[in-house]
């Protein structure tokens, strides 16, 4: 299994350009989440998804889009690039687990500048 | 989720035992504290989680006391590869599958000396 995998890994982008971060797990897991680290800082909830189709945001949604159309992908599009959105963003993944606790597998990251 | 707390940094001689300490007063019932650590750059890595009693496995035991208000991590034979930011979340994980995501605060940063 590859696990939680993201592309790309590192992308420079002018102020109001638009680009699609992918994510793609191979572990079956129903659930996935996006997350942004900022320097210093620990990860902020920005997208989640329970199934194919369901998504819901999380603690900073303004700025990013998602769609789940199938169970592997969890593409995250930024439509109009801030300089506030220079940040490393961090794909996970789990399995549901009802009343006994989960494990999230995060994907390497993609590190964002944005001039 | 009950807010955490924890040290800011923490040094650990090669080869000794690390115990990460983390208070969670505020905790509830229906709450388990999770460990994760970030070795840097890379993505967080799950090490262990519990809800009451100890909790033991090949990477790490986690203490919780019996008032369930604090916890520690321990890495019984630390390496340099466990130099890493650690982060102790307390999570509820209800019918629901624990779908929400994770509340990460910024850790504590673990350096194994040689």
């Known amino acids: 299994n590859a696990g939680v995998t993201q592309t790309p890994k590192f992308r420079i982008l002018k102020i109001g350009q638009s680009m699609t971060l992918q994510c793609t797990q191979d572990?079956?897991?129903?659930?996935m989440y996006w997350y942004r680290q900022d320097p210093g800082m620990g990860l902020k909830l920005i997208y989640y998804s329970v199934g194919a189709g369901i998504t819901d945001k999380g603690e900073v949604p303004n700025g990013y889009n998602v769609s789940r159309s199938t169970t592997e992908d969890f593409p995250l599009r930024l439509e109009l690039a801030a300089p506030s959105q220079t940040s490393v963003y961090f794909c996970?993944?789990?399995?549901?687990?009802?009343?006994?606790?989960?494990?999230?597998?995060f994907g390497p990251g993609t590190r964002l500048t944005v001039l | 989720d009950a807010k955490t707390t924890q040290p800011t940094s923490m040094d650990c001689a090669e080869g000794r035992a690390a115990n990460l300490p983390c208070n969670h007063s505020t905790i509830s019932g229906n709450e388990y504290v999770y460990w994760y650590r970030q070795i840097h750059s890379q993505g967080p890595q799950y090490i262990i989680h519990g809800l009451k009693n100890n909790e033991t496995n090949e990477m790490a035991s986690l203490i919780i006391t019996e008032d369930r208000k604090s916890s520690t991590l321990i890495l019984p034979h630390a390496t340099l590869r466990d130099t890493a930011v650690y982060y102790c979340i307390v999570r509820v994980v209800d019918s629901g599958g624990g779908a929400d995501g994770l509340t990460f605060g910024k850790g504590t940063h673990l350096i194994i000396q040689p």
């Open positions: 572990m079956n897991h129903n659930y």
């Open positions: 996970a993944s789990s399995w549901p687990a009802s009343g006994i606790g989960n494990e999230q597998f």
